[in-house]
């Protein structure tokens, strides 16, 4: 079984570019996480992951992209070359023009949220995603639960991700060595030790 806690995955980066790293820490650290096959235990997060395959036949059926699935390993996730902590375990798999593949990634969410704050909040996955796979753009499948459905291709922004990596390389280097990280108090606060 895939173990998460020795990793940072895409889910893993929207926590860290949020700051939420001490919460990060404690979970990947908690004597029941080497065994956990979910990111969360969330309901939000159960429910997403319950409908990833609805999600996927009406990602194709209202695109005509297929949605490969059945092929992927869940315990063995694609990794960064040259860095083997930095994971992604995809919701699925398209093909590109080139025969290259191009992540997609599934949500199953409220009908409240607004999607241009949706985005907001999963770029970094998104990112993280594009750049494990070496990919120049992913496809992001959003259900609003009862109301309507949406996917977007969103593009690989190097800017963005080179300054989410440095992130996500502290956080491993504090991850590795034992060293939890303080809280984040939000923008005006900063961190707390």
Not at 140 to 147: D, G, H, K, Q
Request: aromatic share 12%.
């Amino acid at each position: 079984m895939y173990d998460r806690s020795k990793t940072v995955g895409a889910s893993d980066a929207v926590m860290i570019k949020s700051g939420e790293w001490a919460q990060l820490y404690d979970r990947k650290t908690s004597a029941d996480a080497a065994s956990s096959s979910e990111p969360n235990d969330r309901l939000e997060g159960e429910i997403g992951h319950a409908l990833e395959p609805l999600n996927r036949l009406v990602f194709t059926r209202t695109s005509g992209i297929d949605v490969l699935h059945d092929d992927l390993d869940e315990d063995k996730p694609f990794t960064l070359n040259g860095y083997d902590w930095c994971t992604y375990l995809p919701d699925g798999l398209c093909k590109n023009n080139d025969h290259s593949h191009i992540p997609f990634e599934a949500k199953a969410v409220n009908m409240m949220w607004n999607p241009v704050n949706l985005l907001n909040k999963y770029m970094p996955q998104l990112q993280h995603a594009m750049r494990v796979m070496q990919a120049p753009y992913c496809y992001f499948s959003v259900i609003y639960l009862n109301t309507r459905y949406e996917y977007t291709q969103v593009h690989y922004d190097p800017p963005y991700d080179d300054a989410l990596f440095e992130k996500e390389q502290l956080f491993y280097f504090m991850l590795e060595r034992g060293i939890r990280p303080p809280e984040y108090q939000g923008k005006r606060a900063g961190w707390t030790a």
